[in-house]
């Protein structure tokens, strides 16, 4: 190979944004005829992607082309968002929604996912918090395994005898790392966090996804304390490839390589040396390798290695998914026309968008909670700016999803009640002051039967470059909302009035949590949206989501989080000079792991060993009861505090869950294995260790349980893990 051949190699170019959607930008033909590009992102159509490769075919080399696309909560049959997913807390459904984009993604041609997105976030002021599994390790730990299994199929990629089958994607957790942490939630911003916390909270998923097989990585656009993620030796060669034996691919986040340079780190040359010998294997959109990287070698400020060894990855990524010997073998029409949005797959996203709905409240509309709405309703009102919004129902990251396949939530519910008079108003928009709409709304929500106020965000106030400064109810809505609940009240006080949140991040939302007779967290669903909801809302399914992320009670309180260190003045109301607020509760509305059912359920029997080993596992088990009249999902969770450690310790943190569907009566003894990697943490030597002493213990549905047990471990400390390279 010449050197920019290996260069071309490690090129990637995105499709332009064409009138239908990617399209092949002009130089791309002549560049993949020179063989100065190696791969493409978000150009996917069958057309596309085997003309391309014919293209390559014809260079000297006849290197296959790889095509990537973020392909992060499904492709045509969208899914729930993956915050919306982690509320199912049910890993089986990650891992089938991933399954599903597979099969479907992979027909158009695309051969590598970015994504699973597994960035820990405490700041729902960052729009990104909507992409990733929440603000907890453990949970975002099983999330990410589950996803990279799901788009990768068994057995690993890169390590198979032979080329998988051709309904498979190449993984890719990100963004490595810390993204999440960016100060004042605002995006791409600096990150200044500790290696404890980047241990103990940040790696962890990625640890995870890789161990599950992840075939490539993606560096993040932040730094951490002063290094870029995609100029950092000691994360994609000291964590990822000496302690982690990652022997995958990975690819730059977008112009991350581009990007050191207004990060200070120097000019084109210094910062593609830089990144190159930091071990970013693919620089995506922009140039810097192929431009500058043969002049770096030959003035010997770049080893030729660290060149081949990035290509050597390519060219075996490529040969994994047996494209050397079939550049063609995924791109296929055929399959294509068979697989995309199924009634199985169109199922599968209808059933776990009900599983990531989350019931905030349900208090009494007269005699009767407020839900399940009756199915005798004559008439119903539906307002709100999200109520038909099909765009923000599919999310961000919507795939190949399109707009006229989703099932709004004012769609779902005219299915589900064929002979109620359905009235929409959407009464004001999602984003400005205008109450023009108010009048509509008032005078629908005093005539009908019941309401239904469908509020939140469009889809495009999260994701990528959309932080906003205040979590609050965008624009006039929350006006609205006190509006339609006066007018329906005042016609009938026990009027069912019911709020829907549609959302990509928490929404600081007191006055509907402490005024609204029912209110339920949707997130964004998908395709599938609108009958998910009706099923929730008409008592079809049980409301057993629960939340990933802390709800606050204003944008002030941000970060808040659960598993937060206890300080050596903890909250306390009857001494005035604790860890508050003078103009707040210190508390969150919603703490992480909280939702409520239909049904009700009790917790009881917490057996555990008072005694065991440091180095030994511990069984624990509950009982959960179902004590109401009908079946309903709850998620046992599993809570450990070590009561007192060498270094401050969390006051709680999940260490397990089971998502149980529990009938009428039923009572069900839930078990967990604690084993030492559970209850390890990074010591002030920062090596991972579980130490003796006393550990406390809680079970129940949600990060408030009480039911309380004790142990104590005895024998020395045991080092799980040695202490990693230290952060440079
Ligand atoms: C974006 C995102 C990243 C995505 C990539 C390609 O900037 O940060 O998550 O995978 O570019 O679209």
Redesign the pocket.
């Known amino acids: 190979m010449t050197p920019e051949e290996k260069l071309g190699q490690l090129t990637m170019f995105?499709g332009a944004s064409g009138q239908t959607g990617p399209a092949v930008p002009p130089a791309a033909d002549s560049a993949v005829r020179a063989g100065a590009i190696g791969s493409f992102?978000?150009i996917y159509s069958v057309r596309d992607t085997r003309r391309l490769q014919e293209i390559a075919m014809q260079s000297r080399l006849k290197i296959p082309l790889l095509f990537?696309?973020?392909v992060?909560h499904g492709w045509r049959t969208v899914f729930p968002v993956p915050l919306g997913m982690a509320a199912t807390f049910d890993s089986a459904a990650a891992a089938r929604a991933a399954r599903i984009a597979a099969v479907e993604a992979s027909a158009a041609g695309v051969h590598w996912t970015?994504?699973p997105?597994v960035d820990i976030a405490r700041d729902p002021r960052w729009g990104?918090i909507v992409?990733g599994a929440g603000e907890d390790p453990f949970l975002g730990s099983v999330m990410a395994a589950a996803q990279v299994r799901g788009f990768q199929g068994e057995p690993a990629m890169l390590g198979g005898a032979a080329p998988p089958s051709t309904d498979v994607l190449l993984a890719?957790p990100?963004?490595f790392a810390g993204?999440g942490f960016a100060e004042a939630g605002r995006d791409y911003n600096t990150v200044e966090l500790t290696e404890r916390t980047l241990w103990d909270v940040v790696l962890p998923p990625f640890e995870a996804a890789i161990r599950a097989g992840a075939a490539t990585i993606?560096a993040?656009?932040n730094e951490i304390g002063g290094t870029p993620a995609h100029g950092s030796r000691w994360l994609l060669q000291d964590v990822l490839r000496d302690r982690w034996r990652f022997g995958g691919l990975v690819v730059s986040?977008?112009?991350?390589v581009a990007e050191l340079i207004p990060h200070g780190l120097g000019d084109s040359a210094t910062v593609a040396a830089r990144a190159i010998r930091a071990g970013v294997d693919i620089e995506?959109?922009s140039t810097l390798y192929r431009n500058t990287l043969a002049a770096e070698i030959r003035a010997g400020r770049v080893p030729q290695a660290a060149v081949d060894s990035a290509v050597v990855r390519v060219l075996r990524a490529k040969h994994a998914l047996g494209l050397f010997d079939d550049p063609y073998r995924f791109s296929d029409s055929a399959r294509e026309r068979r697989v995309l949005l199924t009634a199985e797959h169109r199922r599968a996203a209808r059933e776990i968008a009900r599983n990531a709905i989350v019931l905030l409240e349900n208090r009494a509309s007269g005699a009767a909670p407020t839900l399940p709405l009756r199915r005798t309703l004559r008439s119903l009102a539906v307002i709100g700016p999200l109520a038909d919004d099909p765009k923000s129902a599919l999310g961000n990251?919507w795939g190949a999803g399109k707009p006229e396949d989703v099932v709004s939530p004012l769609a779902g519910l005219r299915r589900a009640l064929p002979n109620a008079r359905i009235t929409h108003v959407r009464g004001a928009p999602a984003d400005t002051m205008d109450t023009t709409g108010f009048a509509a709304a008032r005078a629908t929500a005093r005539t009908a039967d019941a309401v239904v106020l469908v509020l939140g965000e469009r889809q495009d106030m999260s994701a990528?470059?959309s932080s906003r400064a205040s979590i609050e109810l965008p624009g006039a809505q929350l006006a609205l909302a006190r509006a339609v609940l006066r007018a329906a009240r005042a016609a009938n006080p026990s009027k069912p009035v019911v709020t829907v949140l549609l959302n990509g991040r928490p929404l600081a939302v007191q006055w509907l949590a402490d005024s609204m007779p029912a209110l339920v967290e949707s997130w964004f669903l998908g395709v599938e949206h609108g009958n998910a909801l009706a099923d929730v809302l008409l008592g079809d399914a049980d409301p057993g989501g629960r939340l990933p992320v802390t709800v606050p009670r204003a944008t002030g309180q941000v970060p808040i989080y659960y598993n937060h260190k206890n300080t050596g003045r903890p909250a306390a109301e009857s001494n005035h000079y604790t860890s508050k607020y003078i103009d707040l509760p210190w508390t969150p509305l919603y703490p992480f792991g909280f939702g409520r059912s239909y049904a009700t359920f009790a917790y009881s029997d917490l057996q555990l060993p008072a005694e065991g080993r440091t180095a030994d596992s511990l069984v624990v088990s509950v009982t959960v009861a179902n004590t109401s009249q009908r079946a309903g999902d709850e998620v046992v969770q599993l809570y450990v505090r070590d009561d007192a450690a060498s270094v401050t310790r969390p006051v709680r943190e999940l260490k397990g869950f089971q998502r149980v569907t529990l009938g009428a009566g039923e009572r069900r003894t839930v078990r967990f294995t604690l084993r030492p990697a559970h209850l390890a943490f990074t010591a002030l030597d920062l090596r991972r260790v579980v130490e003796p002493g006393s550990f406390t213990v809680w079970a129940g549905g949600s990060s408030a349980a009480t039911l309380e047990g004790r142990f104590r471990l005895s024998g020395d400390t045991v080092v799980v893990a040695p202490a990693p390279p230290a952060y440079r």
């Open positions: 995105p992102l978000s990537a696309f973020d992060i970015f994504a997105m990104r992409e890719t990100k963004h993204y993606m993040s656009f986040d977008w112009t991350g995506m959109s990251w990528e470059a």
